[in-house]
């Protein structure tokens, strides 16, 4: 083939010729015819297209084509190009070539060496073909591949690529530790010969649903230990079929703590009805209680009113005035020290009083005149005219206009008998015989 049949793809149109550019028009991009010995360079107008330039710009020196490769690929192109012509040796190679915006595609170039009549090596005549998207498809794939390995073989959490048929595809090296198994007798194995049905069952529920990912519970025995595993899977496509990639990560602590908060919480729940138990039991004795002390009162308060009072109320006929008015005075002080039982307990004025007054306010409070009072006391009528002017005093009342008596009986929890204060001209002894306090010391005054 000569040079002047292939000038940018116009040539003889004999044809053969023609047949010959329809294959590789069919079969290839653009082809070319270097002229070894002069070094000029015909490329058919196809390439033109390829690059986006104009056919006005194609190369036409095997120099010019050299300057349209990517300079990282001129070097290595030039040597097998001369070498292939040196040794008259058929051609194949790819590199890139630059396009119009700057750009580069990939070719595959395949050229075979055309010898002259001295048999050397004249041309090479050749055929380009774009393999642009080959090239970019095989770099999609070599970074998938590297992700792949970066995301998978260097996961910190054990990682495994599931079939659809729950064959375990492959594993990274913390899901052989975890597992304690070997990777190629794993591969071997499937998930529910590993992990269980339940595992199985997950997988084929995540490849039919359209939930990004799903999370299933796994509890295994490796070895002798029980192992408690939280298991994502998602689905996705690998090596052209679908599968899941699942992560796991080892939750056997939590589990194991979270058991222990269970049984924590449920031995604080027993210990709180055994409280509320308790606390119902202690219920039931302050009851009793309550009504061991109402029963208490009341049997002492019976036995006072059907017992002791009426047997002392027999005993005042046959006493003298002095051993009465003590007697009076000894009713008095039982219904005073029986009041807390029989909850008639009174602040009263008591607090006020020293000893002697409060002495005297009783009798006062029994109706006893200044005269009974000193006889029963063994003291002055002054005395006693003196200490009522001082409880008066104490008390808060005017020197006239309020019986000192009265005020008395008023303040009192029992009333007294006798309601009003009466001279020893005015009332008989026979009716001094209310149930009002005295000191008990005036009973033994009284029999001296």
């Known amino acids: ?76 192109t030039l040597t097998r190009n001369m070498g292939a012509a040196i040794a008259g040796t058929d051609y194949v190679g790819e590199y890139r070539l630059q396009r119009g915006d700057g750009s580069y595609m990939y070719v595959r170039d395949r050229g075979v060496i055309l010898r002259d009549e001295a048999g050397r090596p004249a041309h090479m005549v050749g055929a380009f073909s774009d393999v642009s998207r080959e090239r970019e498809a095989e770099q999609v794939l070599r970074e998938e591949a590297e992700l792949y390995e970066t995301l998978f073989g260097n996961a910190v959490n054990p990682a495994f690529q599931i079939a659809a048929d729950g064959r375990f595809l492959d594993v990274n090296q913390v899901g052989v530790s975890l597992l304690q198994i070997d990777k190629e007798t794993l591969l071997r194995q499937s998930v529910s010969s590993v992990w269980g ?9 995540s490849l039919a649903s359209d939930a990004p990912a799903t999370t299933v519970e796994l509890e295994l025995t490796i070895g002798d230990l029980p192992k408690a595993l939280a298991v994502t899977l998602f689905p996705c496509r690998f090596r052209g079929e679908r599968t899941c990639f699942a992560l796991c990560t080892d939750v056997t602590a939590h589990q194991t703590l979270r058991r222990a908060l269970e049984e924590s919480e449920e031995m604080l729940r027993r210990q709180a009805e055994s409280l509320e138990d308790a606390n119902a039991a202690l ?6 209680r309550n009504r061991d002390r109402e029963e208490l ?10 017992l002791v009072l009426p047997l002392l109320d027999r005993l005042q006929p046959h006493l003298d005035e002095p051993e009465r008015i003590c007697l009076e005075a000894a009713v008095r002080n039982l219904r005073e020290l ?45 005395t006693v005219a003196h200490h009522r ?10 020197p006239r206009g309020v019986r000192l008596a009265s005020h008395l009986a008023q303040s009192a929890a029992i009333q007294p008998d006798t309601p009003a204060e009466e001279d020893s001209s005015s009332r008989s002894p026979d009716r001094a015989h209310s149930a009002h306090a005295v000191p008990i010391s005036a009973r033994g005054a009284s029999r001296r």
């Open 283 to 288: 219920r039931v004795i302050l009851d009793q």
């Open 197 to 205: 049905p339940e595992a199985m069952a997950a997988v084929r529920a």
């Open 389 to 398: 002017k001082n409880l008066r005093r104490k008390l808060g009342l005017p």
């Open 338 to 382: 029986t009041r807390p039982f029989i909850g008639t307990a009174s602040q009263g004025t008591d607090a006020l009083l020293t000893p002697r007054e409060r002495e005297i306010a009783n009798l006062v409070r029994l109706g006893r005149t200044s005269n009974e009072i000193a006889e029963a006391l063994y003291i002055s009528p002054t």
């Open 1 to 76: 083939m000569e040079a002047g049949d292939h000038n940018h793809g116009c040539g003889d149109s004999s044809p053969g010729v023609s047949r010959f550019q329809a294959f590789v028009d069919s079969a290839f991009d653009a082809y070319y015819d270097w002229h070894i010995l002069s070094g000029r360079m015909e490329v058919s107008g196809q390439l033109a297209n390829l690059l986006g330039i104009d056919e006005a710009s194609l190369p036409t020196s095997f120099t010019e084509w050299l300057d349209h490769l990517h300079p990282d690929d001129r070097e290595q």
């Open 297 to 306: 009162e009341r049997t002492i308060r019976e036995n006072l009113e059907t």
